[in-house]
């Protein structure tokens, strides 16, 4: 069966991969106040995540981004980073607060990490305080760090009206500052927290004009990896700014992105909880059982494509907080 608007995706070209749901910070539009934590021996190892990956590569999976939780708590994260550096991908991507970079970014680097997402909502200590609960400053520290390194990094910014809206140009210039790119990601509702309302959502065609009023017109960028950000150079800074817009301007039309959460379940959106766990499979009947499956993990893959699109992208009974899928 082909999806009717000619679609279908015969490959899996990118992972994220959650390898924690613990995180030192705690974002108000990310976890709840109160959760269970998966104990240790309930998560993949790094060598069982590094065989995934292996199989998958063979089923056109190019990149992979670690992704938590917060990824620096998990231990020695670049043991991780230097087992899937030996698989040949393309790239090797992580998205982290920030908090721990200072300390970490010279042995991610040496273990062969390509791309830092930092995310970064405000500058301001305050709010950053009050979207966060924790500090500022070792992660702007932690930015510093990366940059000096030379790192390819890109900050993400979750717009939230009235909260953070007024900082879109700062932000920005710091991007600039830092020699980073910007992403400005919109709200999504996932894991039904109490924190959800649609007028908190800012729009990314709001963030463009602005951008447009301040700095001109912006020019276009092909798009790159997993193809959920709209690029646009400006020139006059030069610097990169990426849409992510899951609600205004959704991407799932040959989406060919999984996630793998921390305990091995195989995600095939945010917007719905499909899945399926092969720590199972891969623990008790191995490798080769997950070889086989994945042409049809392809499949789920395209009808959870098709359901969403049939659904007007629509956020489906997502009661898994985001903390624990892995943004
Ligand atoms: N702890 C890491 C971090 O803060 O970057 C990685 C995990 S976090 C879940 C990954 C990304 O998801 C962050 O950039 C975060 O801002 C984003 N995110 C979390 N909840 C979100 C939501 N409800 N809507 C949009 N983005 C969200």
């Known amino acids: 069966m082909e999806a009717q608007n000619g679609s279908w995706v015969h490959e899996i070209t990118y992972l994220r991969i959650s390898i924690t749901d613990k995180c030192n910070m705690k974002c108000s539009y990310c976890r709840p106040i109160n959760i269970d934590y998966i104990s240790h021996k309930d998560m993949l190892s790094y060598e069982e995540i590094r065989d995934i990956v292996l199989v998958m590569k063979d089923f056109g999976l190019?990149?992979?981004?670690?992704?938590?939780?917060?990824?620096?708590?998990?231990?020695q994260v670049w043991n991780l980073v230097s087992l899937l550096k030996a698989t040949n991908l393309e790239s090797i991507s992580m998205t982290t607060n920030g908090t721990y970079l200072k300390e970490y970014a010279k042995l991610l680097k040496e273990a062969g990490l390509d791309t830092i997402n930092i995310s970064l909502d405000t500058l301001d200590?305050?709010?950053?305080?009050?979207?966060?609960?924790?500090?500022?400053?070792p992660v702007l520290e932690g930015i510093y760090e990366a940059s000096a390194?030379?790192?390819?990094?890109?900050?993400?910014?979750v717009l939230i009206r009235n909260f953070n809206d007024s900082e879109i140009i700062p932000l920005v210039e710091f991007a600039k500052d830092v020699r980073a790119r910007i992403r400005f990601i919109?709200?999504?509702?996932?894991?039904?927290?109490?924190?959800?309302?649609?007028?908190?959502?800012?729009?990314?065609?709001?963030?463009?004009?602005?951008?447009?009023?301040?700095?001109?017109?912006?020019?276009?960028?092909?798009?790159?990896?997993?193809?959920?950000?709209?690029?646009?150079?400006?020139?006059s800074i030069n610097t990169e700014v990426g849409f992510i817009s899951p609600i205004s301007s959704p991407f799932c039309d040959g989406c060919s992105k999984l996630r793998l959460t921390p305990e091995g379940t195989i995600m095939y959106c945010l917007r719905t909880n499909s899945?399926?766990?092969?720590?199972?499979?891969?623990?008790?009947?191995?490798l080769e059982a997950f070889r086989k499956l994945m042409p049809d993990i392809?499949?789920?893959?395209?009808?959870?494509?098709?359901?969403?699109?049939?659904?007007?992208?629509?956020?489906?009974?997502?009661?898994?907080?985001?903390?624990?899928?892995?943004g």
Do not use: W
Request: charged fraction near 30%; charge should be positive.
């Open 62 to 75: 190019k990149k992979v981004r670690i992704t938590g939780g917060e990824p620096l708590v998990r231990p």
């Open 125 to 137: 200590e305050n709010k950053f305080k009050h979207v966060t609960k924790s500090d500022i400053k």
């Open 149 to 157: 390194l030379g790192f390819n990094i890109k900050l993400n910014t």
């Open 186 to 235: 919109e709200l999504m509702p996932v894991g039904k927290l109490d924190f959800f309302n649609k007028s908190k959502i800012f729009y990314n065609d709001e963030v463009f004009k602005l951008l447009e009023k301040t700095y001109g017109k912006l020019t276009a960028l092909p798009p790159d990896g997993s193809k959920s950000a709209k690029r646009f150079l400006i020139e």
């Open 275 to 286: 899945g399926i766990n092969i720590k199972k499979i891969i623990r008790e009947e191995g």
């Open 298 to 326: 392809i499949r789920q893959k395209n009808i959870s494509n098709e359901y969403i699109i049939n659904n007007d992208y629509r956020f489906l009974d997502c009661n898994r907080a985001m903390t624990s899928i892995g």
